[in-house]
């Protein structure tokens, strides 16, 4: 046990080599000290944009083509999304909107993982996956299922699809 103040000293290198090491510690735990102060605040800032860049927003008003009438999308407190939207193909084209600002990499990642191109997105280790959903298929049947669908229901993905790729090619 130690008594208070008194901790172990390595001695067994000889008193040169330990104050060395103190030295070189010393100058490891303080590499910002030789930096002037407003370079290490205009750094802060950058990497704080850069993270808060590409996040969503989650309030004002956003302008966008397509819907055909006034949709609100609120969050509670919470933050549980509502969309208000006076038609479904409105309220499909707010989901795709707020599905692509929130999950893009998701949706992104099921996309690749269905069409059996996932090796694109994550490299050699995709490999596999991409041989089983193409031996089995999934694309094919998907187009055979998406013949059968209504027109109106081929409307609301049509209308979350465009949305989502708005969203992506405007950046938001």
């Not at 989650?58 to 208000?84: N, Q, W």
């Amino acid at each position: 046990m130690w008594g208070a103040g008194e901790g172990i000293e390595d001695t067994s290198l000889g008193d040169e080599t330990c104050q060395r090491k103190r030295e070189l510690s010393a100058e490891c735990f303080s590499p910002c000290s030789e930096l002037p102060l407003p370079l290490i605040l205009v750094a802060a800032v950058a990497v704080i944009v850069v993270l808060r860049g590409p996040l969503p927003k989650h309030s004002g008003e956003v302008i966008l083509s397509g819907p055909r009438a006034e949709i609100r999308v609120l969050r509670d407190h919470r933050a549980v999304l509502h969309i208000y939207a006076t038609t479904d193909h409105d309220l499909f084209f707010a989901q795709g909107y707020v599905h692509a600002q929130e999950r893009f990499f998701q949706m992104d990642l099921s996309r690749h993982m269905a069409l059996g191109r996932l090796e694109e997105l994550v490299g050699e280790s995709g490999k596999e996956s991409d041989i089983t959903v193409r031996t089995m298929g999934w694309r094919q049947v998907a187009e055979k299922e998406w013949e059968l669908l209504s027109d109106e229901a081929r409307g609301f993905y049509e209308a979350y699809l465009h949305i989502g790729k708005a969203t992506v090619a405007a950046g938001q």
